[in-house]
């Protein structure tokens, strides 16, 4: 029986309470060949080192809560096969956001960002339940459908340039979920949010690195969401000296 | 290396009540990965200026008579005004490349019943128009300095 | 930028008052609280959950929703399926709400942004599923419970009145002068201790399929409102029905839909054959479309005959789906596909995947009425936390999202009721509930003095759920199950903790939930000794067929420190008598 395979995981730790600035600790681990980084870092913290804190549930991809950076890059932990590296891993919590403890980051920013963009069916008169379904055929689906799977993992925002220099950037998520509401054939909130597109946090601020649509691991693209909305949202400014706004359809 | 990310990135409006560490920009911006060819994409910008310098030069020696238009045209034969000609050439056809490449994604899946043409039918027009309107401008401008 | 100074935590109970709390927020919590504030327009409602709720396991959730569409269905034949996929456990009257109630839900749904997938004329697509006698399956390609999870999330947030609380631990229900006062709650972020009163508190916080090693279930799924509940001297009811949901990958757990069989997958054994279909296993002529209990069984009395593959991860049969084709599977079952090259290393359009049963639901839990109240006025449960109970002995395929809506928008609207009615409680008596409170939990963190370690506990707790509350039971396994999970909470008082830290302790968060999964499991092993029949997913090797003379009634658990206490409550019966349950 061969010894079993060790890969070095060097991890950043830091607890406000104790540590200046996060500071890396290295961990030695005995690795299954058909493991994620999620379970190396779920066999650290049963095993090795307890006090390592995470943020993980699904671990199938779909919760969106362990994104980390892995060798530098933004990755869903649950996702990444141990084997496709090396023997040494970095890995560090997400670029681009308030680090709360190890690999835990702050979210709330985020929280916010998607909140700005009013992430809901909106319409001048709601339908009553009574009256059934709304009628939508598949090709007004696939409208929309691809930039309404996003799982707010945020790799999108620890890749995006623009996000590390300007706080106020709406960011390629919100964006990508304005965007998906704006193409949804139920809504009629594509002034209001072509608004918000304009305005503070400006999808303008967008430089085409695409480093958005690179990391996304759902296939989201959300770097075609925010130039799309950038094409909507000049169409709609101009658009509005033409058309008199106020009073829906 | 990459560093530190703007001390407020991502920061939320009421600050979390525990000390957050300082958010770090990605660690292979600006240079590293993916991210070398954005940058050299956004520093092209530097390019531009000097070019719109150049323009505003000759167009003044336009104003100012034969003489002073003679001039500017000794001038721009000069092989470092060559040199830097031929790189803002390249950058140009840079940017262009990697924007025409970004063109179809902003594309709306639909208007109305219409769909947009497939890609390389929209990269075709594209290249088509602008290797068009480079060739015909060219010309005239061969064509107009004798 | 200075260091936070040392905190003594004694008495640090910070208060909160709303009118309504929401312990949990996936689609039950999420739901109950859009309905509480559309109830009254001036309450302001709560939501405790220890994630964020985009991250609740109702985001796994692949299959569908049924809810009656079609003209050749009706309430009728939905409840009749659900009475027998129950094995006549159910409670008809539920049941007969829950009909009704369901295309109202999934209506809502929606309008609210839900994208469904649609047929050519722009109506709703319903899909066949298991147990389903017609197709009345509403999905959303095969994510269903992403997307109506984000449905409701996005929608919840146009309501100011919903303030959320995220990542907060919720480790004690306060219940004072005879009724709920409100929760206590541990800062997962800052380390402190809250106390958020409330005049009604809604539990929403999900199965505990985590005490099995082998489960669809994420790692938050440890049944914390189970044991609050429990704790406070509400019954748990039919724990020992614990669904196995028959096609997961082996070694993870990671659930493949039922869809694919939906969508017409076979299941075959290693000799290549439909067993389903060739030998009697009880599901008839809906052979892949049987309910998930009876094929649960017949894939492991398959792979104890010998006619299953070994492989490194145990052992298995196959889902071949190669016959459905490429374009099928890439618009119906996309995420299905991405599973499995990800996670097993099989392209399902060229490959059949190799599939085991996995744990998946809890029939069982808190004892509710048909509004989800339990006995403590003001206390309701919604969604699998609860049992109202819709499900009986086995759950059918794509009625669990709607239970979550309807019975999510139910517990919303009588909790709105009830305090509107209510009073506060003496706030002195809550504060120092709190701090005693906070004090147990500030013992427990990075407690140092004990022999046993967390990680091992947890295993073996895992082993013998795994060994004596399977697919297949008997009462010697049984019984031993209940003898060494009464040990193992007597090792837990033992427990040796290392971080010693006050931000984002995960390791403190993990040790409260052991304790969760660990009350869960003493009823759920209890229950199941007690029951000497087969029914449902409860399926004895020494009593092989159903009893209704003796067992047709609902397990009642209570919390004893003595042991737990058992008990029975009558099935509500209706327009079905129980009869054999055949296909």
């Known amino acids: 029986m061969s010894d079993q395979d060790r890969k070095k995981f060097v991890i950043t730790r830091f607890d406000p309470d104790r540590d200046d600035e996060p500071r890396k600790q290295t961990y030695e681990v005995p690795v299954e060949p058909y493991w994620k980084v999620l379970d190396a870092l779920n066999f650290i913290k049963d095993e090795i080192d307890p006090t390592l804190s995470h943020r993980w549930s699904c671990r199938m991809a779909v919760c969106g809560s362990c994104g980390m950076l892995v060798n530098g890059k933004p990755s869903l932990t649950c996702k990444d096969a141990l084997s496709d590296y090396g023997d040494t891993i970095e890995v560090e919590p997400l670029s681009n956001f308030p680090v709360i403890r190890d690999l835990v980051i702050d979210l709330d920013g985020f929280m916010e960002k998607l909140h700005g963009v009013r992430p809901w069916i909106i319409r001048a008169k709601q339908r009553a339940a009574e009256e059934g379904t709304y009628r939508q055929s598949p090709e007004e689906l696939e409208q929309f459908r691809q930039f309404s799977m996003c799982i707010n993992c945020m790799l999108c925002y620890a890749a995006c340039p623009v996000v590390a220099n300007e706080p106020a950037f709406i960011g390629p998520a919100a964006i990508a979920l304005g965007h998906r509401y704006n193409l949804d054939s139920r809504d009629e909130g594509n002034a209001e949010r072509n608004g918000i597109f304009r305005g503070e946090g400006t999808v303008f601020s967008c430089s085409y690195a695409n480093e958005c649509s690179e990391v996304c691991p759902k296939h989201v693209d959300p770097a075609a969401a925010v130039n799309q909305a950038k094409i909507n949202a000049v169409i709609d400014w101009a658009a509005s000296f033409v058309v008199p706004r106020g009073g829906g359809e | ?146 | ?583």
């Open chain 2, 1 to 146: 290396m990459a560093g530190a990310a703007h001390p407020d990135a991502m920061q939320p409006s009421r600050p979390g009540r525990t000390r957050t560490a300082r958010p770090q920009r990605p660690p292979q911006f600006p240079f590293r990965g993916r991210y070398a060819a954005y940058t050299l994409f956004d520093i092209t910008g530097v390019l531009y200026l000097l070019v719109g310098f150049v323009a505003l030069r000759v167009v003044w020696a336009l104003g100012n008579g034969a003489a002073a238009w003679h001039e500017v045209q000794r001038e721009l034969t000069h092989p470092s005004y060559v040199a830097f000609h031929v790189i803002a050439l390249i950058s140009v056809v840079f940017v262009g490349v990697r924007f025409f490449r970004l063109f179809p994604k902003a594309q709306p899946p639909r208007i109305g019943p219409v769909k947009p043409p497939p890609q390389p039918v929209i990269l075709g027009f594209l290249y088509a128009v602008w290797i068009g309107v480079a060739g015909l401008m060219t010309a005239i401008l061969a064509g107009g300095i004798s």
């Open chain 3, 1 to 583: 930028m200075q260091r936070l100074a040392a905190r003594t935590r004694y008495g640090l109970s910070e208060v909160i008052r709303h009118d309504v709390v929401i312990v949990g927020g996936g689609a039950a919590g999420l739901r109950a609280a859009i309905a509480a504030v559309e109830a009254s327009p001036n309450i302001s409602v709560a939501m405790v959950s220890k994630v964020y709720p985009m991250r609740s396991h109702t985001v796994s959730a692949e299959g569908g929703a049924a809810a009656v569409a079609r003209e050749d269905d009706s309430f009728e034949m939905h409840g009749y399926d659900t009475v027998k996929g129950s094995d006549f456990l159910g409670d008809q009257d539920v049941i007969q709400y829950f009909v009704e109630e369901a295309p109202k839900e999934l209506t809502l749904m929606d309008h609210w942004g839900c994208p469904w997938s649609r047929n050519e004329d722009g109506s709703v697509a319903t899909r066949a599923f298991g147990g389903m006698s017609t197709k009345r399956t509403w999905y959303a390609a095969d994510k269903v419970g992403f997307h109506m999870l984000h449905t409701l999330f996005q929608h919840s947030m146009r309501f100011d009145r919903i303030v959320r609380y995220d990542e907060q631990f919720v480790t004690k229900l306060l219940v004072d002068g005879g009724a709920i006062r409100g929760v206590v709650a541990l800062d997962v972020r800052e380390g402190v201790v809250r106390t958020i009163l409330g005049r009604a508190v809604i539990l929403a916080t999900g199965g505990a399929g985590k005490i099995f090693p082998f489960t669809t279930n994420g790692n938050i799924k440890t049944g914390d409102g189970m044991s609050l509940a429990y704790r406070e001297g509400v019954a748990l009811k039919d724990m020992e029905f614990v669904q196995y949901h028959p096609t997961g990958l082996p070694g993870t757990g990671i659930l493949i839909t039922e869809a694919t069989r939906g969508e017409g997958g076979y299941v075959v054994n290693s000799d290549g054959e439909r067993f389903l279909v060739t030998r009697d296993y009880g599901v008839g002529t809906k052979a892949e479309l049987g309910p998930r209990d009876m094929i649960s069984r017949a894939i492991v009395m398959e792979i104890e005959a010998g006619r299953g593959f070994k492989g490194p991860y145990g052992e298995y049969v196959h889902l071949d789906l190669t016959h459905l084709g490429e374009q099928k599977i890439s618009t119906r079952l996309p995420m299905v596909r991405e599973l499995a090259k990800t996670y097993i290393g099989v392209d399902p359009v060229v490959q059949p995947i190799p599939i085991r049963p996995v744990v998946h639901y809890m029939m069982g839990g808190v004892d509710t009425d048909i509004d989800g109240a339990t006995v403590i006025p003001g206390l309701y449960a919604a969604g699998e936390v609860a049992c109202v109970s819709l499900n009986g002995a086995n759950r059918l395929g794509s009625n669990s999202l709607t239970e979550c809506l309807v019975f999510g928008a139910r517990a919303g609207t009588k909790a709105v009721e009830f305090a509107a009615g209510s009073n506060d409680g003496s706030e002195a008596v809550l504060r120092r509930m709190g701090e005693e409170e906070a004090a147990r939990i500030e013992a427990l963190r990075g407690k140092k003095k004990g022999g046993e370690k967390l990680a091992r506990i947890r295993r073996e707790l895992n082993q013998t759920m795994e060994s004596g509350c399977g697919v297949y039971r008997e009462q010697a396994s049984m019984d031993e199950t209940v003898r060494s999970v009464a040990r193992l909470k007597g090792r837990y008082a033992d427990l040796a903790l290392e971080d010693t830290s006050s931000v984002f302790n995960t390791e403190l968060v993990v040790a409260l939930e052991l304790g969760n999964m660990l009350d869960v499991a003493e009823a759920l092993a209890v229950s199941a000794a007690h029951r000497k029949e087969s029914r449902g997913a409860h399926t004895r090797k020494d009593f092989q067929t159903r009893d209704d003379q003796n067992y047709l009634y609902h397990t009642i658990c209570h919390f004893d420190p003595a042991g737990p206490r058992l008990g029975k409550k009558a099935v509500t019966l209706g327009t079905w008598e129980p009869e054999e349950r055949k296909y």
